[in-house]
């Protein structure tokens, strides 16, 4: 039997808050802010699909550190991959009457009838990489065209327009999709570049399950020389199987997201992932709670919010003497902050 999420107390999950360094908030509210953030206490639920992933618990930290600073009641429910799971956070949120609920990945259809029924109850929702269908509903993305673009460039200036591609990829993920959209037009564009495999999952561990199937695809495609891999997950699994099959010399690896850990992996010596594109995991946490707050102070954050991502490749890494994201944050302006769904009232939040 499928193991259920159970309602928790209004608390934040311990790695979280290691994380963040931060507890719950009760704050008495923001002096001249409109309602219902000039008394603080508002309560806004955090429902995500998948858990696990230096990029998902980054994103949370992001979301908790703006709540903190609105007086917001955050409450976390980790789907855990498990879209059952995430169905059932999101009726309890429903239940629970919470004010706004962010949503965190997830599929329409599993989500359509609740997230409407959420709304006819007056609860205000947002979306992060999860397209809702709806015109009430804003739309949090990372710019996922501009994403796979910049580092497609890259991957065609690195390699040309001739060689055989593996495509690391699972469809019906809204920010995957409109990733590999991209892919599909450079294909067009290119026809001297072949696609000769593809393969992916979502399963957790989503690395280790995907080194183990890219480990089977170098067997039957040993003329591979470049890996499109749009989620830093699968490209950590991609580099694995590189790695322990030794060929991190023949094959590049060309990704989306980044982490300190894929700081240090994009850094290693001969390693074969070498350029990511990337916004800041925690901006755009922190942007999504943002929207949430416009929306219960009556004001409009806009449908599409758009958080713009920084090209980041070794060369860069190793130049710049890059060892986390801190330093990244530090050294690449784009990556530090967005000014996305902001308002003179919402104060920045402390890192």
Known sequence: MRKRLRALPWLLSGAIMAASGILPAHAAGIPGAPAPFDKGDVKVALISLISQGDFFQAYRVGAVRQAK??????????????GA???????????????????????????SDLVNQALKAGIKVVAFDVNLNNPAIP?????????????????????????????????????????HAVWTDVLKQNPNIHQVAQWGS??????????DQTSAVFRAHPDISVIFAPWDEFARGANLAATE???????????ADISTADIQAIRAPDSAWVATAATNPAVVGEVSVRAAALLLAGQNPGHEILVEPALVTRDL????????????????????????ATASWIPVPQS
């Open 317 to 340: 890494l190793v130049k710049e003497n890059i060892q986390n994201v801190k330093d990244l944050e530090a050294k690449v302006p784009s990556f530090a902050g967005s000014s996305a």
């Open 202 to 211: 979502v399963d957790n561990p989503v690395a280790t399950v995907v080194a």
């Open 85 to 111: 799971v995430e169905r059932d956070a999101l009726q309890q949120a429903i239940n629970l009457g919470v004010k706004a609920i962010v949503i965190d990945h997830g599929r329409l259809d599993t989500l």
């Open 139 to 179: 739309q949090v993305e990372q710019s996922d065209k501009d994403l796979a673009t910049l580092v497609l460039g890259q991957a065609l200036k690195d390699n040309g327009t001739a060689f055989n591609a593996g495509l690391v990829y699972v469809a019906g993920f809204a920010p995957l999709d409109r990733r």
């Open 245 to 255: 099959n030794k060929l991190s010399s023949k094959v590049k690896i060309y990704s």
């Open 69 to 82: 600073a609105l007086g917001i009641n955050l409450r976390l429910f980790p789907g855990n991959g498990d």
